[in-house]
């Protein structure tokens, strides 16, 4: 091609201004991968199904979901958002939420973002216009949010909200701008709401280059975010101490943010320590635990597993879900209050109703 070679900046600068005719912004990773959507025959092995007619869609995500078999009415509501370069069905096979919705008795939301919006199929979470309040993906979300508790009568006092690098980044921002929808979340390998606004500064947070805010400045940019001044959704944060993807400076940034939200920063409550698997807990003064912090030591980027069947046990095994022994999917049930801290029961075969779009309402 003649001419000088564009460097990184130009070729940022092309992708955002493409994206703003658009109306959408892109991640600055400069490469398409392969397509990483959920294509009809992947969700139906996973018994998921996609859900087209969900109101208002200014984020153009997709909407999947899982109810199983035989669920009753006025039951808790668990989203989940993938990391990059996943698919939502992939990622619920790898982290076994479905198994768990099963086993525990919950609707399962996924929303899943299109390579159209991102190159690596990212969730924007450092896109301003998708991390407000009713704008963007966040709205997007939201409605599939709605639909889900309307169409099956769900509890809306019981949802919650996890997710993976990106996605936990983007479920951070869900519970800033709709912290009155959400009982509970949880990050693993992601950042604080407010740690970037627009696609130069997603670099340096994730690096964990974060600006030096005083005591209560994370937790303003998410009184900020949102009306809203009642109680917090209790957060569960995750991280590998070897993660080179997301630096481990985030957790603490996360643990300060929340924290103060919910009034009891300082020294937690309580830790324990299992191995290479720390927890710090955040108690209430009634006692009840608002923030824990798991802290895996020698993990990489990725959601901690503990691959196989059996009590403590979902998923499989692959790049972004290690299995170190230390189930984040079974402990983040247990801390929302959705499963027994002792899990005896087995997974089921075939989680999810084929014909939830029909039973949807």
Not at 30 to 36: I, Q, W
Not at 116 to 123: A, I, L
Not at 177 to 203: H, K, L
Request: net charge positive.
């Amino acid at each position: 091609m003649p001419g000088p070679r564009p460097t990184i900046a130009d070729l940022l600068r092309r992708q955002q201004r493409w994206a703003r005719e658009r109306g959408r912004w892109w991640s600055p990773l400069r490469l398409p991968v392969a397509d990483t959507e959920t294509n009809e025959g992947e969700a139906a092995r996973a018994g998921l199904v996609e859900i087209a007619d969900f109101g208002p869609n200014p984020g153009a995500l997709r909407m999947l979901a899982c109810l199983p078999k035989g669920l009753p009415t006025g039951v808790p509501l668990v989203v989940v958002l993938h990391g990059c370069t996943q698919s939502a069905a992939a990622f619920d096979r790898a982290c076994g939420w479905s198994d768990l919705a099963a086993r525990f008795g919950f609707a399962l939301l996924l929303p899943e973002q299109r390579r159209v919006n991102n190159p690596k199929c990212c969730f924007n979470w450092f896109a301003a216009g998708d991390t407000r309040r009713d704008a963007g993906e966040a709205l997007s979300i939201r409605r599939m949010i709605d639909r889900m508790v309307a169409g099956h009568a769900l509890d809306p006092g019981r949802i919650y909200i996890a997710g993976l690098s990106a996605g936990g980044a983007m479920a951070a921002a869900m519970l800033a701008v709709y912290p009155e929808v959400f009982a509970g979340g949880a990050v693993i390998g992601g950042v604080p709401y407010g740690a970037a606004t627009n696609a130069r500064q997603a670099r340096p947070a994730m690096a964990g280059r974060l600006d030096n805010r005083p005591a209560g400045g994370w937790g303003d940019a998410v009184r900020a975010a949102s009306p809203h001044r009642g109680s917090w959704p209790r957060v569960s944060v995750w991280h590998g101490d070897a993660d080179r993807s997301v630096h481990p400076v985030n957790t603490e940034r996360l643990v300060e943010q929340w924290t103060d939200l919910h009034g009891v920063a300082g020294q937690p409550a309580l830790e324990e320590r299992d191995g290479g698997h720390l927890r710090r807990v955040w108690h209430g003064p009634d006692g009840k635990a608002l923030v824990e912090a798991h802290t895996i030591a020698g993990m990489a980027h990725g959601a901690p597993i503990h691959a196989g069947v059996g009590p403590g046990r979902c998923g499989v095994a692959g790049p972004a879900t290690l299995n170190v022994g230390v189930s984040s999917t079974h402990a983040i049930v247990e801390f929302w209050g959705l499963a027994p801290r002792s899990d005896a029961a087995a997974a089921s075969t075939s989680p999810c109703m084929p014909n939830l779009v029909h039973n949807s309402g």
